[in-house]
């Protein structure tokens, strides 16, 4: 039997749009040698497809320019920091098919030169301790139409303020009494410039560095010095992060950095039917509404990789979808179609019968079994042929049956004929119901001399089906996965309200072939007539557990569409 299909290799993904264009005429105008840009998520949970952005346009970039591109944890709140954050993340980028330049980084490598930088500031009287609490900082800055306020603490003096920043690094005072903001502009008209907070008072222990920290710097303070310090040439971030690259600029202008990065803000993702807010995310886990992170109707990439979605229909997601500067909503179902696209070129076939109906083929002989040649690709014919277990007793798609059809239902009915996939003929000629009333078993007969799926005498059938032996076939799990918003425009802010009751279906009792459950592939193959499907990690060499990455068609819009 021929092997599963090949992984897709790593490429890089160029396309055209602002940001490559800004970097190539950078180039052109020998601005830089050579271009380095960063990816900096803070390991504080699990990358989401929105992450998957910002990571295929910056290793992007630097495949396609002969750059580099850093890895770099910013690791600057330890109380929501965790080593399984780090990790995934790396997963999640190598998955993507991306590599990092050297070691990873991170933003707490630099904390030494970070607060060195902050005592100059201080020294040059550009930085102050603020004894005003948290509550007072934020009612004292202003709002967009009102300045705000200047800290009665604002004109300590130089002396003062070292004597009181080095305390706070030495611990003597307790979380949020004292903070570190830089002096720039309590009137100005970006919020962000009202003298922000560099460093403030954590007593946490560290993944990395333990308990050698009391303070930590803000973001805004680690992330431009860091870029600066790594050789960022261009800092891509999310359009959120615009209104902050005043103060990017002025700490960049005020610090003795070794470099000057520049950044630039491109629209972040958004999709219909999904929330990729890390809150949102987060407290679907805690609250029990999934079954983790990697739960296969997450928005994670470890969801969608437990899902069986390949990584090159992600990449070439990002790669339609484009980089622009205006926020947009993209429809879930782009996403659904480059999966489908990548999945129907590389998966293999196979059967598997979720809904089982047992079949009694009255005219085959008892205990003879038969191997049916059944092709793994029909368009490519280098992936071979597999053998297919087919005797007596099988089983067949509960829903391919009905005992009193309507006009056009083409599949099996009392006297009708149809094809058994790559098998034979067969007729429907008893229904065998319970107590209940309920069918439990078909009798049929088979015309051997359909053999292969056509009939000698040029007859057709109008309906193909599925189809397992029941004792060759293994009992395993199906997870059929929906979407887990029932609305396109779910509400963050009351996102319980809005899960769809139907996301998940565990069906039991399902049959699938043996050529299946051969391999400990995690790859999506396609069960015939039924959705792309993906071995999940709960499997059991007893009892494997598929979910479904995606069906064949786009019905859930349909069925919503309906109510």
Known sequence: ???????????????????????QADLASHRYKEIVTRFPPEPNGYLHIGHAKSIALNFGIAQEFSGRCNLRFDDTNPTKEEQEYIDSIQADVRWLGYKWAGEPLYASDYFERLYEWAEGLIKRGLAYVDDQTQHDIRVNRGSLTEPGKNSPFRDRSVDENLDLFRRMRAGEFPNGARVLRAKIDMASGNINLRDPVL???????????????????????????????????HSICTLEFEDHRPLY????????????PHQYEFARLNLTYTLLSKRVLTELVRGGHVAGWDDPRMPTIAGMKRRGVPPAAVRDFIKRIGVAKANSVVDVGMLEFCIREVLNQTAQRRMAVLRPLKVVIENYPEGQVEEIEAVNHPDDPAAGTRRVAFGRELYIERDDFMENPPKKFFRLSPGNEVRLRYAYFITCREVVKDADGDIVELRCIYDPATRGGNAPDGRKVKATMHWLSASHSVPAEIRVYNQLFS?????????????????????????????????????????????????????????PVFNRTIGLRDTFAKEVARG
């Open 1 to 23: 039997m021929a092997t599963t299909a090949p992984a897709v290799a790593e490429t890089a993904e160029a396309g055209r749009d602002f940001i490559r264009d800004i970097v």
């Open 487 to 543: 609305t396109p425009t779910p509400d963050a802010a009351n996102f319980a309200r809005d899960l769809n009751p139907q996301s998940l279906e565990v069906l039991s009792d399902a049959r699938v072939e043996a050529a299946a459950v051969e391999t400990n592939s995690a790859d999506a193959m396609q069960f015939e007539r039924q959705g792309y499907f993906a071995r999940d990690p709960d499997s059991r060499p007893d009892r």
């Open 249 to 260: 600029e002025w700490l960049l202008d005020k610090l003795p950095v070794p470099s000057h």
């Open 199 to 233: 460093y403030r008072i954590l007593h946490a222990h560290h993944p990395r560095t333990g308990d050698k920290w009391s303070i930590y710097p803000s973001y805004d303070y680690a992330h431009g010095q860091s870029d600066a310090i790594e050789g960022i040439t």
